[in-house]
């Protein structure tokens, strides 16, 4: 096992937690030299390949550097480097600061992240205050990429393709603010298609992937293995359902996932998890709607489970205001029902594709 | 009560544009409920109105309305109160 960790971080984060974000530095880290008192500054050797090796593993990147933003972005754009970086920041604040707007920008958490600067100044700043995230010392970058934080299980096609879902995200929130209406007609104007599918096995990577990676908006935090998910999809007493969503900017990839029990007349939602890039789409809802509709056919009961953490109270809402009713509680645990007397018509801002075996 | 109607509207009139939202006005009849407005809601109402929304309270019928989001306010000052 590599450690690069250094400073106060070395014992409190898991290493077996993979990283989702690497947040760059740029003076003496990215390139040699300082861009505002040196005539040239120059790229530090591979670190464009440790760039586009971290983007192919679906590995997001960003930029903390206190210096001018103007300034900074240009020579990134001279060096073609710009469009690597989501939400950079570049400007006066105290780095850790700066990497928390980033970690509420992508929507992650800190302990998620990795920051590489060459100053133990800023490490130590940024470790005291964050104490989960990943310092790292640009002097050992030559082995960054071997680090195991660096390398996840699988690189799924969603994962290729993870930066420039984010970049079209960023113009549709652009697009968003300046859109002068009600939400409802904002999501019309995106021309958005949902696909809910049974799970073939090209899927499983993404669907494994999905469960490990998605904390918020998970119901159960119940985590399967490939093995267990290719079961559960040729099973008869299961359906392993997962969703993708595309619109006019191009698509969100796999964003949704569904695991129901099927017994004779009683189904139970083991899990259900959504992408945090389509919180705000009612992506989630579809889904239990498309559910309820089916279990109203086969004229069974629906159940789901839930489990409380201290993140995913946006999805007990979310059962919640779909008309479920709680059944049962212990503990953290919840068993919900939904009587499928009242089932609203789909929205009419989405448009709808199901191929279910 | 006024009040209290007055600082939900507005809070509510960020996602219903230039639609002069009325008291009785069912704000999930437009479309569908995203977990993310639901979320910002409930947030919403648990930070200016200083209550916690329990489990229970979450009924989508306690918050369809302006005036249904009053009458829980209402019921649940008065818990407080009274006690």
Redesign the interface.
């Known amino acids: 096992m590599i450690s690069l960790t250094s400073g106060q971080s070395e014992n409190k984060r898991d290493s077996s937690k993979p990283i989702k974000c690497v947040v760059w530095d740029l003076d003496n880290t990215l390139w040699h030299g300082v861009l505002l008192e040196d005539e040239q500054v120059f790229l530090r050797e591979d670190v464009v390949s440790i760039i586009k090796t971290l983007d192919s593993r679906g590995i997001l990147q960003s930029l903390v550097s206190k210096n001018e933003y103007a300034k900074a972005m240009s020579k990134l754009e001279d060096l073609g480097l710009h469009d690597y970086f989501l939400y950079p920041q570049i400007n006066w604040n105290t780095k850790s600061s700066s990497i928390q707007q980033i970690a509420q920008s992508i929507n992650i958490g800190v302990d998620s992240i990795a920051f590489i600067d060459d100053q133990p100044f800023e490490r130590e700043e940024v470790s005291f205050s964050l104490p989960d995230i990943l310092c790292i010392d640009a002097a050992n970058l030559e082995q960054l990429l071997e680090m195991p934080e660096m390398n996840p299980c699988f690189i799924t096609e969603d994962a290729k393709q993870r930066r420039l879902m984010y970049l079209s995200d960023i113009k549709r929130k652009q697009e968003e603010e300046e859109f002068v209406g009600s939400s409802a007609e904002f999501l019309a104007t995106l021309k958005m298609s949902l696909t809910i599918a049974s799970a073939q096995e090209d899927d499983l990577q993404r669907a494994e992937e999905l469960t490990v990676r998605t904390n918020q908006l998970n119901t159960t935090g119940y985590t399967y293995s490939y093995e267990e998910l290719d079961y559960f999809r040729q099973s008869d007493q299961h359906k392993l359902l997962i969703a993708s969503l595309n619109d006019k900017y191009g698509t969100y990839g796999t964003i949704g996932l569904v695991l129901v029990d099927c017994q004779v007349s009683l189904w139970t939602i083991k899990l259900l998890l959504m992408s945090c890039r389509v919180m705000s789409r009612g992506v989630g809802t579809v889904m239990l709607h498309y559910l309820m509709q089916l279990a109203q056919q086969h004229n069974v009961r629906l159940c789901a489970e839930f489990v409380a953490n201290d993140r995913n109270r946006i999805m007990y809402i979310t059962y919640k205001f779909a008309g479920f009713k709680e059944i049962e509680k212990t503990g953290n645990r919840v068993m919900f029902e939904h009587d499928l007397t009242h089932i609203q018509p789909y929205p009419n801002y989405m448009n709808l594709e199901i191929r279910d075996r | 009560m006024k009040d209290a109607k007055d600082r939900i509207k507005t809070f509510l009139s960020q ?5 002069e939202l009325q008291e009785d006005d069912d704000i ?1 009849a ?10 910002q809601l ?1 947030l919403f109402i648990e930070k200016e109105f200083q209550v916690t929304i329990e ?1 229970e309270d ?3 019928d306690n ?1 369809r309305t302006i005036n249904a989001i009053a009458h829980l306010l209402e019921r649940k000052t008065t818990v407080i109160a009274a006690t």
Request: a negative charge; glycine letters at 10%.
């Open positions: 996602f219903f544009g230039n639609h999930f437009a479309g569908f409920v995203n977990s993310m407005f639901a979320m409930i489990n979450l009924d989508l918050f």
